[in-house]
Nanobody
Framework: QVQLVESGGGLVQAGGSLRLSCAAS????????MGWFRQAPGAEREFVAG???????????NYADSVKGRFTVSRDNANNTVYLQMNSLKPEDTAVYYC??????????????????WGQGTQVTVSS
């Protein structure tokens, strides 16, 4: 059984930083594509960042335009945990953040319906 557990959310002032964690059990992050998504009240769930599965040539990351240069996704294979480092946070980054995995894809698709397993989410609130 696959389980994803996010942590690290909280309240931060604009310009501040947070690091989200997503710990997995039942699947190894390096063998699947994964994504970070967020959903603000009244809005659709949107792609934030993702990592491809690891291949012989390495792996890749991709980001939504709105977070490029501010957010960084990384993976700790030893602990089977993925991180989302969020810097220079803005009030518009306020949302519930979710991690998800997509065993059927090598890269990290931006559409939520490509992902099969989701965590429960962690709230990020950025005050102005």
């Amino acid at each position: 059984q696959v389980q994803l557990v996010e942590s690290g959310g909280g309240l931060v002032q604009a310009g501040g930083s947070l690091r989200l964690s997503c710990a997995a059990s039942g699947r190894t992050f390096s063998s699947v594509a994964m994504g970070w998504f967020r959903q603000a009240p009244g809005a659709e769930r949107e792609f934030v960042a993702g990592m491809s599965r690891v291949t012989w040539s390495g792996g890749s990351t991709n980001y939504a335009d709105s977070v490029k240069g501010r957010f960084t996704v990384s993976r700790d294979n030893a602990n089977n945990t993925v991180y989302l480092q969020m810097n220079s946070l803005k009030p518009e980054d306020t949302a519930v953040y979710y991690c998800a995995i997509s065993p059927g894809y090598g890269s990290s698709p931006s559409r939520p319906n490509a992902y099969d397993y989701w965590g429960q989410g962690t709230q990020v609130t950025v005050s102005s």
